[in-house]
């Protein structure tokens, strides 16, 4: 369950709205919208929501992370509203297929795609890889769309794209939602087919979002996404 909430200072003035959710044992103050500048919120969010990850503006993030709050996330939400699809490109040597694979012949392909280099591997070599697939597949972030698909070559998964018709109260983050796409560095030219693939066959708007400094951004810019926010997710610490 979640709410949205307001954050006030001791006079009573509106601080910030947030959305109050709970995400993998977390509290997270999610899609914060400031009511006042930077500076006169900070003290008031780093007293309040003490233990929260804040997702919020960018200028927010940086600040919080100045008074000693830990860096989660910087990302960018992108959506794609299907009124101009790309033609499809053939995949070439790859087969391009249904999510009908279980979780232990998706991740090696999945941790191959994100190397030290890459900027979300910290938090990924720190998941349960195994345990997170497995619930994705279950349909436990919500049911899996017939857009999901996987890169195969000679009978291994190389790629993948994983979407879920999620339902979360705050747009964008609603609807199909691309959980993951990956693909093995070993195989480049993998994610142009799968992510074509899955506009393809998409019947609603499409949402995911990129870490900054990931050079997929790329790609979503060459296939008709469009950046609809930015946000910067930063741990205040435990209660």
Do not use: C
């Amino acid at each position: 369950m979640s709410e949205r909430r307001t954050l006030t200072d001791a006079d009573g003035t509106v601080i910030a709205t947030f959305t109050d959710v709970e995400r993998d044992g977390r509290r997270v103050a999610d899609l914060l919208e400031l009511e006042v500048p930077v500076e006169r919120a900070l003290a008031p969010i780093l007293d309040q929501l003490k233990g929260f990850r804040v997702a919020g503006p960018v200028e927010l993030g940086r600040a919080l992370i100045e008074a000693g709050g830990k860096p989660a996330r910087h990302a960018h939400v992108y959506s794609h509203d299907l009124r101009e699809r790309p033609e499809p490109h053939p995949p070439g040597p790859i087969a391009l297929t249904p999510l009908d694979r279980p979780a232990a012949e998706i991740v090696p392909a999945y941790l191959a795609a994100h190397p030290p280099e890459h900027p979300d591997y910290a938090v990924i070599a720190a998941e349960d890889s195994d345990a997170w697939f497995s619930a994705l597949l279950a349909g436990k972030y919500g049911p899996l769309l017939d857009s999901s698909g996987l890169a195969i070559v000679d009978d291994t998964v190389v790629g993948g794209i994983v979407i879920a018709d999620i339902a979360d109260p705050e747009p964008p983050f609603e609807g199909p939602w691309v959980m993951e796409f990956f693909r093995d560095p070993n195989h480049p030219g993998t994610g142009r087919p799968l992510l074509e693939r899955a506009l393809a066959r998409s019947h609603a708007a499409l949402g995911l979002a990129v870490t900054e400094g990931n050079s997929a951004a790329r790609l979503y810019d060459a296939l008709g996404f469009r950046r609809v926010l930015s946000t910067y997710s930063v741990d205040l610490g435990v209660r």
